[in-house]
């Protein structure tokens, strides 16, 4: 019986450490996918409980650039991670243009608010609105696609912060009109 539980004993140690060095083999590394980035076509941002997300312009350029008085859209989500805390838009501001806030804008804790529709969506009506919230900017200055505009975000008790947006044109046809990949 005494040699029984040797043998119990020492197995068990023995699975124990194959445990520890199996485990262990992985300790210290960084796995491939922990600096990988959403697959939206916008800039995130984070200010206090309130996280920016799939921030873009959506616009079509078919010249040398989008020219002043030209309206795009402004599409966003804000997300209040907040358990408690109420926030509210309260303006979008940039150098590139007037921004206009239209719709609710008051995001509760817990919830988002989504400004627009990313391209391939259906907008989203905040409940008992009749109208879904969007932003327009009237450019006073010209903006290129491959390039970034700051834009200031404001909220009621979060504060503020500026983000580098893009121009995604979304499912727009490319404007030589090949498919993508071009002639074979």
Same mark, same amino acid.
């Given at each position: 019986? =005494?040699?029984?539980? =040797?043998?119990?004993?020492?197995?068990?140690?023995?699975?124990?450490?194959?445990g520890?060095?199996?485990?262990?083999?992985?300790?210290? &590394?960084?796995? &491939?996918?922990?600096?990988?980035?959403?697959?939206?076509?916008?800039?995130?941002?984070?200010?206090? =409980?309130?996280?920016?997300?799939?921030? %873009?312009? &959506?616009?079509?350029?078919?010249?040398?650039?989008?020219?002043?008085?030209?309206?795009?859209?402004l599409?966003?989500?804000?997300?209040?991670?907040?358990?408690?805390?109420?926030?509210?838009?309260?303006?979008v501001?940039?150098d590139?243009?007037?921004?206009?806030?239209?719709?609710?804008?008051?995001?509760?804790?817990?919830?988002?608010?989504?400004?627009?529709?990313?391209?391939?969506?259906?907008?989203?009506?905040?409940l008992?609105?009749?109208a879904?919230?969007?932003?327009?900017?009237?450019?006073? &200055?010209?903006?290129?696609?491959?390039?970034?505009? =700051?834009f200031?975000?404001?909220?009621?008790?979060?504060?503020?912060?500026?983000?580098?947006?893009?121009i995604?044109?979304?499912?727009?046809?490319?404007?030589?009109?090949?498919?993508v990949?071009? %002639? %074979?």
């Amino acid at each position: 019986m =005494n040699r029984l539980t =040797n043998r119990l004993v020492a197995a068990s140690a023995g699975l124990a450490v194959s445990g520890l060095i199996l485990t262990g083999c992985g300790a210290g &590394q960084i796995s &491939q996918t922990a600096d990988q980035e959403s697959a939206v076509n916008g800039s995130t941002a984070n200010v206090a =409980n309130i996280a920016l997300r799939n921030i %873009h312009l &959506q616009a079509v350029q078919t010249g040398d650039a989008l020219e002043p008085g030209r309206t795009v859209e402004l599409i966003f989500v804000a997300a209040n991670i907040s358990p408690d805390v109420n926030d509210k838009l309260v303006s979008v501001s940039s150098d590139v243009g007037t921004v206009a806030v239209t719709g609710a804008t008051a995001i509760p804790a817990g919830t988002s608010l989504i400004v627009g529709a990313a391209d391939g969506q259906a907008e989203a009506t905040p409940l008992g609105s009749a109208a879904p919230t969007k932003a327009e900017v009237t450019l006073t &200055q010209p903006i290129s696609n491959g390039l970034t505009y =700051n834009f200031t975000f404001d909220f009621d008790k979060a504060g503020k912060t500026t983000v580098a947006v893009p121009i995604s044109a979304g499912g727009a046809e490319r404007q030589d009109g090949d498919p993508v990949g071009g %002639h %074979h």
